[in-house]
């Protein structure tokens, strides 16, 4: 006899199409956040990828996500690399977590010479008949911090 899973229970959410569907959605709740990391010199945020300078990169991670999201929303998860392929611009990847009440995102941040872009690679979402790519906008969305106008 299997027990039904408890109302906190999270599960993860699978499917290329979700994710892919998921990953436009999520690139554009976080863009103001990229858009401030993204102030930062690269030479400056690659040195401390190459040096394993971690904790350098959380806090820059902090300080960028601060103006926009609830504290610890946004946070780097102890793990990056840059990518130097021959005939391709410079990329950094660094290792993200997204996290509020009910969703969970686990995403690769990727900062290249041409572009940047998010790549999902699991979402964690309260137990229910399905994800619903809806609730997740309304989740990266109550995660914001409110702008009430001065």
């Known amino acids: 006899m299997t027990e039904a899973p408890s109302s906190t229970a999270r599960a993860p959410v699978a499917g290329p ?3 892919a ?3 436009r959605v999520f690139a554009t709740a976080i863009r ?3 858009a401030e990391l993204c102030l930062l ?3 400056i945020l690659i040195g401390w990828v190459q040096a394993a300078r971690h904790g350098n990169i959380a806090d820059l991670v902090a300080s960028s996500a ?3 999201f609830k504290e610890a929303t946004i946070a780097y998860a102890d793990g990056a690399d840059v990518r130097f392929d021959w005939g ?3 990329t950094v990847v660094l290792d993200m977590e997204f996290v509020t009440e009910p969703v969970t995102v686990f995403f690769k941040l ?3 010479g041409v572009y940047v872009g998010v790549a999902i690679q699991r979402i964690l ?3 229910g008949p399905g994800f619903c790519l809806d609730g997740f906008e309304s989740a990266l969305a109550e995660a914001r911090l409110d702008r009430a106008p001065a």
């Open 17 to 19: 199409d979700v994710l």
């Open 21 to 23: 569907d998921a990953e």
């Open 32 to 34: 103001d956040f990229i």
């Open 41 to 43: 010199d690269g030479g």
């Open 66 to 68: 601060e103006p926009f």
């Open 88 to 90: 391709r611009s410079l």
């Open 110 to 112: 990727i900062l290249d």
């Open 125 to 127: 979402a309260d137990q």
